[in-house]
């Protein structure tokens, strides 16, 4: 049975076993920045297509392995079957991570990789597969840790959190799949009110939405497994078609977005409009200090301002105890969490957290809080 590992945003390892082991997943294994598991290629189209947390599924081609010099890379590169699992016609990209490797480049240890992949082809079949740095075919991974390396194989492609339909970003996008994390950690559910009051190009609105017309994330894509030799097309087409009959009619929900900058609200209704799904999201442009909660109870949700959205840390330092103050006076009966990077909120915003998470976007420490407001009362 094949292996494969998911990464994932860092913070998300454990809702992620969750979400694999309710696939159907064996060998669940969390780790620091993904989850090890094992399956059958029907569990890998199913893990790409249904995903809502994961960033890319590698196969595992090659177990760690002890190694002295580049050398012994190679050689181990070179004894594994490529031509058996795709076409030299296919474009590659060889990409190297580590931690604590003894080699002296990680540059020229990627060149060597690239060169025993095209070696064992030239060899099998008299030509060699071609580079290419954007929008490669298959990619390979090598890991590093220590003296021993890892080898996978790509089924993704682009990374999974590119669902297809959030086109029109600004300037600090939030990563859907981080975004798909931090609605499950709110313990929000289809049906349940959902305001983000800074909703910038949409990400929380169009994750959500979809969760609630049950709309696969990577419904509208391709994956670079469609590229293997294995690759079962008849089974992977029942899989979309089963996916697509079990979506729901797009109709109006409880989910609403505002902004305070026009341009960020545009690129909202081109997102959600380009999705399909423009009329489940209520949708207006509002300071978020003067933001009203929609319905008598529910859950808001907030990526908080960086400095280069919102201007110097003075200005961000203000903006916290007034949206405190909005919070305590309007929001009772609700639940606000709100995801920043920018830890002075704690004192700042005059509320106690009854949670703070550690969670990473992109190599950005950050962290979840959440906030009780309770109804008539100046403190959560």
Same mark, same amino acid.
């Given at each position: 049975?094949?292996?494969?590992?998911?990464?994932?945003?860092?913070?998300?390892?454990?809702?992620?076993?969750?979400?694999?082991?309710?696939?159907?997943?064996?060998?669940?294994?969390?780790?620091?920045?993904?989850?090890?598991?094992?399956?059958?290629?029907?569990?890998?189209?199913?893990?790409?297509?249904?995903?809502?947390?994961?960033?890319?599924?590698?196969?595992?081609?090659?177990?760690?392995?002890?190694?002295?010099?580049?050398?012994?890379?190679?050689?181990?590169?070179?004894?594994?079957?490529?031509?058996?699992?795709?076409?030299?016609?296919?474009?590659?990209?060889?990409?190297?991570?580590?931690?604590?490797?003894?080699?002296?480049?990680?540059?020229?240890?990627?060149?060597?990789?690239?060169?025993?992949?095209?070696?064992?082809?030239?060899?099998?079949?008299?030509?060699?597969?071609?580079?290419?740095?954007?929008?490669?075919?298959?990619?390979?991974?090598?890991?590093?840790?220590?003296?021993?390396?890892?080898?996978?194989?790509?089924?993704?492609?682009?990374?999974?959190?590119?669902?297809?339909?959030?086109?029109?970003?600004?300037?600090?996008?939030?990563?859907?799949?981080?975004?798909?994390?931090?609605?499950?950690?709110?313990?929000?559910?289809?049906?349940?009110?959902?305001?983000?009051?800074?909703?910038?190009?949409?990400?929380?609105?169009?994750?959500?939405?979809?969760?609630?017309?049950?709309?696969?994330?990577?419904?509208?894509?391709?994956?670079?497994?469609?590229?293997?030799?294995?690759?079962?097309?008849?089974?992977?087409?029942?899989?979309?078609?089963? %996916? /697509?009959? &079990?979506?729901? $009619?797009?109709? *109006?929900?409880?989910?609403?977005?505002?902004?305070? +900058? !026009?341009?960020?609200?545009?690129?909202?209704?081109?997102?959600?409009?380009?999705?399909?799904?423009?009329?489940?999201?209520?949708?207006?442009?509002?300071? %978020? /200090?003067? &933001?009203?909660? $929609?319905?008598? *109870?529910?859950?808001?949700?907030?990526?908080?301002? +960086? !400095?280069?959205?919102?201007?110097?840390?003075?200005?961000?330092?203000?903006?916290?105890?007034?949206?405190?103050?909005?919070?305590?006076?309007?929001?009772?009966?609700?639940? &606000?969490?709100?995801?920043?990077?920018?830890?002075?909120?704690?004192?700042?915003?005059?509320?106690?957290?009854?949670?703070?998470?550690?969670?990473?976007?992109?190599?950005?420490?950050?962290?979840?809080?959440?906030?009780?407001?309770?109804?008539?009362?100046?403190?959560?």
């Amino acid at each position: 049975m094949p292996d494969f590992f998911a990464t994932c945003p860092r913070g998300l390892e454990k809702l992620l076993a969750d979400e694999l082991g309710g696939f159907g997943a064996d060998n669940v294994r969390p780790s620091a920045g993904g989850v090890g598991f094992a399956g059958d290629w029907l569990l890998c189209y199913r893990a790409n297509l249904q995903s809502r947390l994961a960033s890319r599924i590698l196969w595992r081609v090659k177990d760690a392995m002890p190694y002295r010099n580049e050398q012994d890379v190679y050689q181990a590169v070179y004894d594994l079957p490529w031509p058996r699992w795709f076409d030299v016609g296919n474009t590659i990209l060889v990409k190297v991570t580590a931690i604590k490797c003894p080699l002296k480049s990680l540059e020229f240890i990627t060149l060597k990789i690239k060169d025993a992949v095209c070696d064992k082809f030239r060899k099998e079949k008299n030509a060699r597969p071609s580079v290419a740095k954007l929008d490669p075919d298959m990619r390979i991974h090598a890991f590093f840790q220590g003296e021993q390396f890892t080898l996978y194989l790509d089924t993704s492609g682009d990374a999974l959190y590119k669902r297809g339909v959030r086109t029109h970003t600004n300037i600090a996008p939030l990563r859907e799949n981080l975004a798909a994390g931090i609605l499950k950690m709110t313990g929000w559910q289809p049906g349940t009110p959902l305001l983000d009051p800074m909703c910038g190009s949409g990400t929380f609105l169009i994750e959500a939405a979809q969760m609630s017309l049950n709309i696969m994330p990577g419904i509208g894509r391709h994956f670079a497994f469609e590229h293997l030799k294995n690759f079962d097309a008849k089974t992977w087409n029942a899989l979309r078609a089963a %996916a /697509l009959a &079990a979506q729901q $009619p797009v109709s *109006e929900l409880p989910i609403y977005g505002s902004d305070l +900058y !026009g341009d960020a609200l545009k690129a909202a209704h081109q997102n959600l409009e380009e999705a399909g799904i423009r009329e489940t999201v209520d949708l207006k442009q509002c300071n %978020a /200090l003067e &933001a009203s909660p $929609p319905e008598k *109870e529910g859950i808001l949700v907030a990526n908080l301002p +960086y !400095g280069e959205r919102m201007g110097d840390e003075d200005e961000l330092a203000e903006l916290y105890p007034q949206l405190g103050d909005a919070l305590k006076q309007r929001f009772g009966g609700w639940s &606000a969490w709100l995801f920043t990077a920018d830890l002075r909120i704690v004192k700042l915003m005059r509320l106690t957290p009854s949670r703070r998470i550690p969670l990473y976007n992109g190599a950005i420490e950050c962290r979840l809080f959440e906030y009780r407001i309770v109804a008539g009362s100046n403190r959560t």
